[in-house]
């Protein structure tokens, strides 16, 4: 196969696009697609400064690479959640990346603030994931905010926001569908604006273009993952996709077209408490919807010790 | 496992539900199911003469059977297709559940008719299965009207509505959502309403209905439908019910309180002509979205003789 664009041996195959690149012309695709996404979903404007989400994975090492390429002021923000085997590693990843190329990295250290997911997780309501999730989304928000960033831009890219849309719809749940898109607005004082820039790109690519740009990540999915519903969705789509190419783009656009026949109701907000007014959290003053956020209730129960019921990890 | 309702040995499991049945148990359960589809959707009422669509398959042989045994009015259409290997069996395991019940089946026979699906698939315009659809439409709304019958039933299970959902949503189809309903009205004169009373049982249990009421089945799928997308759906459906057991039941049944969302546009209706009002084709009689319904336009071509260039069958 020849590259779609300038005829050379392609050495990337997209079937969901009906195209062939080689390395330099795939590299302008990707670059583009991010131009694209911006600006069909106008996600970033010239003023903006980003915090970037980086995990040391492929994605976000990536959207900060092209980020930054594109011209795009954009510093990095690392959690170090102290899960062995996987964190020490992944920071490392994330560490070199920016120090090899001069970018400002934050790093939030988990485990050093007496905070490590690990040890969270057994005073979660649910998964190990969803207390990961809380925990992040808690310094997300609050280092963007500290920084002065104007957004917080995260590495999902096609399948996972596909795949989570296939989850949000086989349940109809109508208040995350009303929230899955591209851009999140900054809905209350204090929240953070965010955006996907990488909407319009999947794992694969990627993946591809990690490989070509010679970035280094850590490969490795963390252990608590594995198993994950979430997971099990992409594999879903990832088979219709090779039945039916460019099935997973054409669900994720036209769905966004009609996002707005979905409306939130109970039970959908960071604290997952109803539909109530955006207040501020009376421990930590991050924005809550109830009197304590999710994240320092957590805190209280692990201060207190006593454990829920909840599933340690789905892999467990 | 015991019988959740009586404390024999269970001998089906049903995790959809969690429960197990015993095989009286069972057939009660099965029952009551298309006694709760008929009062949540309101399928049958007391003055109702149903036509029952029969292909010799399990699902449409248990449906008659059951409506025959709750009480309801229920003759049976067979439409033999003239498919070499198929239909010959499936006319005969119709003709016999009909003979040893003493019940009332029509049949349309095609090849006698000149018009085998096999012979008139090569003029349309999709694929084999699609060209079968038409016909069969055609032939199961015009037995229903001449026949004086008040609806058309047919077998569609969950496994077959839900996979069809599952379609349609990953391709945003507004208009075929729109219709997407276990009970479709009489849209326009000598339109038949037509009715789904399976679809809260899948296609596990009726199967197992069939082989613990000794109904004899054609067992077969037709040889034309192999590798037919619709299968793949339900495949992927199976798999994720099978990590979440009941997930297909709440996926459909929620997808019902939120179908009004969903607005036929162009390109759905019999004809897939566009949003335009019901007439009577020029031809036949039959109601048809174009001044020739689909049906007689596939003659005509077959007549013409120039055969389309669509794929004779997704299998090929």
Known sequence: MKCTRCRAPAQVRLPRIK??????????????????AVKQFDLIGPEDRLLVAVSGGKDSLALWDLLVKLGVRADGLYIDLGITGYSATSRE???????????SLRVVDLPARGEA?????????????????????????????????????????????????????????????????????????????????????????????CFLSGIDYIIEECPHAR???????????????SLMPGTKWNFYAEFQ???????????????????????QC?????????????FCRLKQKAALGTPSQATPSPAS
């Not at 989850?167 to 591209?182: E, H, S, T």
């Not at 009376?282 to 999710?294: A, N």
């Open 227 to 241: 198993g994950a519903t979430s997971l099990k969705y992409k594999q879903v789509l990832n088979h219709i996709e």
């Open 257 to 279: 077209s009609r996002r707005r026949r979905f409306t939130p109701g109970p039970g959908v907000g960071p604290d997952e408490a109803g539909t109530g007014a955006w207040r």
């Open 117 to 209: 997911v690990p040890g969270l997780a057994p005073f979660g309501s649910r998964s190990f994931c969803s207390t990961c999730g809380i925990v992040k989304r808690h310094y997300f928000n609050r280092a963007a905010a500290e920084g002065g960033y104007s957004a917080l831009a995260t590495g999902h890219n096609l399948d996972d926001e596909a795949g989570r849309l296939l989850g949000n719809l086989l349940r109809w749940q109508d208040g995350y569908l009303a929230k899955q898109a591209p851009s999140l607005p900054a809905e209350a004082p204090g929240l953070m604006r965010r955006i996907k820039p990488l909407i319009r790109l999947d794992e694969y690519e990627m993946a591809a273009y």
């Open 93 to 103: 990843k994330a560490q070199n990346f920016a120090d090899q190329r001069g970018l």
């Open 282 to 294: 009376s421990s930590c003053g991050q924005p809550s919807w109830l009197e304590v956020c999710s």
């Open 19 to 36: 195209a062939g690149f080689c390395p330099d012309c795939f590299k302008l695709y990707v670059e583009r697609q991010i131009k694209r």
